[in-house]
């Protein structure tokens, strides 16, 4: 399945639950589909993410909204205006940076350099303070335990060095 059959697949799905929500209710035109053509499928998410009740009030606003001004109710401009494509929000950036952090030590661990993938986790710790909360709650159970493999994987180096 290519990108794009998988993405209207997607957004068929999408629809599928919309209608669930919206089941009784008149749909302007008669058809979902087409009401809501206007709107990105991550948009359709966020209307599915609010109570099945509020479907419909929110899929009008933001309709009437694009169609009458080109801009969404619902933001989705996950990429808060960055030229580069990369997200430049806080949550964005520290997670961002919390995965590159975890995989360079990974492959530090994988090349047998425990004294590396230390030197990259503890460099990360001095920043975590700066992430939001919920990135530092996700990563600081995976920075410790691939600092507890380095300092297994060095222990066992030094003692293959001693004997």
């Known amino acids: ?14 629809l599928e639950r919309l209608a669930a929500n919206l ?18 499928t991550a ?10 009740g509020q479907t419909r009030e929110i899929l009008f606003a933001a309709v009437g909204t694009v169609r009458l001004s080109g801009r969404p109710v619902l933001d989705q ?17 520290g997670a961002l940076m919390a995965w590159a952090s975890c995989r360079l030590a990974r492959e530090f661990l994988d090349a047998g350099m425990a004294a590396e993938a230390q030197r990259a986790l503890i460099a990360v710790t001095r920043s975590i303070h700066l992430w939001p ?15 507890a493999a380095a ?11 001693v004997a």
């Not at 996700?138 to 691939?146: C, D, M, Q, S, V």
């Not at 300092?151 to 060095?161: F, G, H, I, N, P």
């Open 1 to 14: 399945m290519n990108a794009v059959a998988f993405v209207d697949t997607l957004r068929a799905r999408f």
């Open 23 to 40: 089941r009784g209710a008149r749909v302007p035109g008669g058809d979902l589909a087409a009401w809501v053509a206007p709107l990105p």
């Open 43 to 52: 948009a359709l998410v966020e209307v599915l993410l609010h109570p099945a």
């Open 77 to 93: 401009d996950f990429m808060f205006g960055a030229l580069d494509h990369v997200p430049l929000s806080d949550t964005a950036q």
């Open 133 to 147: 909360t919920p990135i530092a709650r996700r990563f600081e159970p995976r920075i410790e335990a691939l600092y």
């Open 151 to 161: 300092e297994a994987m060095r222990a066992r180096q030094l003692a293959q060095e």
